[in-house]
């Protein structure tokens, strides 16, 4: 498929540069004046122009079918969005599930399934007691027996797709140790090789010490700081962030040029990649800030 072939030849690119580097440091010819601009794949969404921010369907196309279900992720696949975003939290007996919220309330039927255990929080419950529930009709009758997908079942869709990955770890605080789970997922459903891990995926959260501890189980894996940290914070933030993801409200040129100022983890400069945003807000974000993708 175009997007295995074109994320080969970019992992083919990136190995090559690595290579190319390490000859450099063994003749002592000494290094280069800076990285190569990054491989990016962009799409088109809602009207914004191929070559403007790349697009990140938030939880799924959720305008179009239930958030975080693999109908939202179909179809933003449908919608020809490369890029998806979900979030990640972990049942009672220790499974991993793509929801949102803290409670299962909003999103599913648990409220009439199991009447008397509220307030229906996800980590209250097992795995298979979440299966049991509908995470579809809430948002329209056709979507009627979408379930709430487990993290394994979610990665197997976006392979089926072809499509990457923007994973939040969410509320990582409840979960201890949800970090090494998440990786090790990762490496159980075939997504820490270098296809996947050079252009497929990146992991994010609103947890910095999430965030630091990721980078540290897998240097290799791409990461993201969810939030707008001081300018004083991203030089030590860069150590361990590749992306740094604020919402629109706030943000400003400047702020995004003191990002971009800054080399990453990978030798790639910082991105920016904002979200609280309307189609129309992200073009004109993108043509005043100059961000390098929007989360819709």
């Not at 540069?17 to 000494?30: K, P, Q």
């Not at 279900?69 to 933003?76: F, G, I, K, N």
Request: aromatic share 8%; net charge neutral.
């Amino acid at each position: 498929m175009l997007r295995s072939a074109v994320r080969s030849a970019a992992a083919g690119f990136v190995l090559l540069f690595a290579a190319v580097l390490a000859a450099d440091a063994g003749t002592g010819s000494g290094g280069v004046a800076a990285p190569p601009a990054p491989v990016r794949l962009v799409s088109a969404q809602k009207g914004l122009p191929l070559g403007g921010p790349t697009v990140i369907a938030h939880r799924g196309a959720a305008e179009y079918a239930p958030e975080n279900t693999l109908a939202a992720v179909d179809e933003a696949d449908r919608r020809d969005v490369e890029w998806v975003e979900n979030d990640v939290q972990r049942t009672k007996d220790g499974k991993l599930v793509v929801i949102h919220d803290a409670t299962l309330k909003r999103t599913t039927d648990a409220e009439k399934v199991y009447p008397k255990r509220s307030p229906w929080r996800v980590g209250d419950f097992t795995a298979a007691e979440i299966a049991k529930l509908d995470a579809g009709s809430w948002f329209g009758k056709k979507f009627a027996g979408q379930r709430v997908p487990t993290l394994a079942s979610y990665l197997d869709r976006l392979d089926d797709n072809d499509q990457s990955l923007l994973l939040e770890i969410k509320n990582p605080e409840k979960y201890p140790g949800i970090e090494k789970q998440v990786i090790g997922r990762l490496r159980a459903s075939g997504w820490l090789d270098a296809t996947h891990v050079m252009d497929g995926l990146v992991v994010q959260s609103f947890g910095v010490d999430a965030v630091r501890e990721v980078h540290k189980l897998r240097p290799d894996v791409r990461t993201a700081v969810l939030g707008t940290p001081s300018r004083a914070e991203l030089p030590e933030y860069a150590r361990f962030a590749d992306w740094i993801n604020p919402p629109l409200k706030g943000l400003s040129s400047s702020y995004v040029s003191a990002v971009h100022s800054l080399w990453g983890p990978h030798a790639e400069r910082l991105e920016v990649h904002t979200w609280g945003v309307s189609a129309g807000q992200a073009k004109r974000a993108f043509t005043a800030y100059g961000i390098d993708g929007v989360i819709l």
